[in-house]
């Protein structure tokens, strides 16, 4: 969610219903491109997700925003950016400057 809301430039507390045509678009578009990224990659092993064979995902290192808060931001290049919020139990990170 947070890896595809970034590249849409969409910011994560916008409701669905704010979301203009074109945003959404690019959120359909974004969403199963990034699964597929996902799925290629082995998964994400943040906590203790491994693969059936016991070996680790590798999609974690591709996230852009997840899990890197106080990151530099690799869409504007400023220097710590990075914000995690909380929403619903749920940590999610974004680019405050990059995302709407
Ligand atoms: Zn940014």
Redesign the pocket.
């Known amino acids: 969610v947070c890896e595809a809301l970034f590249r849409c430039g969409i910011h994560p507390a916008r409701q669905a219903c704010t979301l203009t045509g074109e945003e959404a678009a690019a959120l359909a578009e974004a969403i199963p491109q990034i699964l597929e990224q996902a799925i290629a990659s082995g998964g994400s092993s943040l906590r203790d997700y491994v693969q059936a064979d016991g070996t680790k995902g590798g999609f974690q290192d591709l996230h852009l925003v997840y899990g890197r808060e106080g990151a530099p931001?690799p869409?504007?290049g400023?220097e710590h950016?990075v914000q995690r919020i909380t929403q619903s139990g749920r940590s999610t990170f974004f680019?405050p400057?990059?995302q709407k």
């Open positions: 931001c869409n504007c400023a950016p680019c400057t990059c």
